[in-house]
Nanobody, 121 residues
Framework: QVQLVESGGGLVQAGDSLRLSCAAS????????MGWFRQAPGKERELVAA????????YYTDSVKGRFTISRNNAKNTVYLQMNSLKPEDTAVYYC??????????????WGQGTQVTVSS
């Protein structure tokens, strides 16, 4: 049984930092492309950042480039999202997702339950 468990969300002020973690179990983590999505109220879910299972490729949506960093520790079956210089528009529920040998833009096989990030101005 595959499980993805996010943690690290919370309420912060604009300009602060947060690090989200997603601990995976029930899968061979190193073979999975991992992604962080977010969904704000009234908006569609969007891919924020992704880490390929191979060659270390990453993806970032334009609005977070230079502020967010995705990383993974295959030994710990964990993917992280370091979020710096947070803005109110980053407020959303953040979801971790995984796909077996997936492409960076096609991650939808398994999902976590989400963690709320709220950035006050």
């Amino acid at each position: 049984q595959v499980q993805l468990v996010e943690s690290g969300g919370g309420l912060v002020q604009a300009g602060d930092s947060l690090r989200l973690s997603c601990a995976a179990s029930g899968l061979t983590f190193s073979f999975y492309t991992m992604g962080w999505f977010r969904q704000a109220p009234g908006k569609e879910r969007e891919l924020v950042a992704a880490s390929s299972w191979s060659r270390g490729s990453t993806y970032y949506t334009d609005s977070v480039k230079g502020r967010f960093t995705i990383s993974r520790n295959n030994a710990k079956n964990t993917v992280y999202l370091q979020m710096n210089s947070l803005k109110p528009e980053d407020t959303a529920v953040y979801y971790c997702a995984a796909s077996f040998r997936g492409r960076l833009y096609d991650i939808d096989e398994y999902w976590g339950q989400g963690t709320q990030v709220t950035v006050s101005s």
